[in-house]
């Protein structure tokens, strides 16, 4: 059984670039979220997708987007990068309400 | 804002079980107790979780009052390898967002 992978592992993008995030979710899983980790904080929750819908969002601007394949696989978009976007972006699959099981995070560095 | 307390550090003697509290006073009656730990940058690692009853698993225990105010979540015998951020989080799902706090710092000593 594959887990959670995320790619790529780390990046290094200049404000106001768009990045594209992307994930695969561990096998038989059909629910992908997405957390954005800073530096020394715990992860936010920046929103779900539940069967290629969006099931849920937190409190982050329009500018973060996301989709979810039919594969139920995931991409995570943010446009107009912000230095506050550099992070640590977490992904997590889950089988319908059952516990996530989250991927390495990619490291997003904006300069 | 998380609905958990937890201290923010403890430390633990190797071999030895590591207790680590949390409170959750506001907890309703549908709403789960889930625990994930991080190690030092790498992706939150899912635990353990439970409602009312105690729940044991291959990597932990999980302990909840009977008020289920508060729990306390217990490795039995710690190694180096359990040094981690550990998060007890309140959810009505294991799928619904999860709202993470500050965590409990617990370092394993030799």
């Known amino acids: 059984e594959t887990g959670v992978t995320q790619s790529p592992t780390h990046l290094i993008k200049t404000r106001g670039q768009q990045v594209t995030l992307r994930c695969s979710s561990q096998?038989?899983?059909?629910?992908v979220s997405w957390y954005q980790q800073a530096l020394g904080q715990g992860p936010q929750f920046i929103f779900q997708?539940?069967?290629?819908?969006?099931?849920g969002r937190g409190n982050f601007p329009p500018r973060f987007s996301g989709l979810q394949f039919p594969n139920y696989s995931s991409e995570l978009n943010v446009n107009a990068l912000e230095l506050d976007d550099s992070a640590l972006y977490l992904c997590?699959?889950?089988?319908?309400?059952?516990?996530?099981?989250f991927g390495p995070g990619t490291r997003l560095t904006v300069t | 804002d998380a609905k958990t307390t937890q201290p923010p550090s403890m430390d633990c003697a190797e071999g030895r079980a590591a207790n680590l509290p949390c409170n959750h006073s506001?907890?309703?009656?549908?709403?789960?107790v889930y625990w994930y730990r991080q190690i030092h940058s790498q992706g939150p690692q899912y635990i353990i979780h439970?409602?009312?009853n105690n729940e044991t698993n291959e990597m932990a225990s999980l302990i909840i009052t009977e008020d289920r105010k508060s729990s306390t979540l217990i490795l039995p015998h710690a190694t180096l390898r359990d040094t981690a951020v550990y998060y007890c989080?309140?959810?009505?799902?294991?799928?619904?967002?999860?709202?993470f706090g500050k965590g409990t710092k617990l370092t394993v000593n030799p």
């Open positions: 997590a699959s889950s089988f319908d309400h059952y516990e996530q099981y």
């Open positions: 096998s038989g899983h059909n629910t």
């Open positions: 997708y539940y069967r290629e819908e969006e099931n």
């Open positions: 506001t907890i309703s009656g549908n709403e789960y």
């Open positions: 439970g409602l009312k």
């Open positions: 989080i309140v959810t009505q799902g294991g799928s619904e967002k999860l709202v």
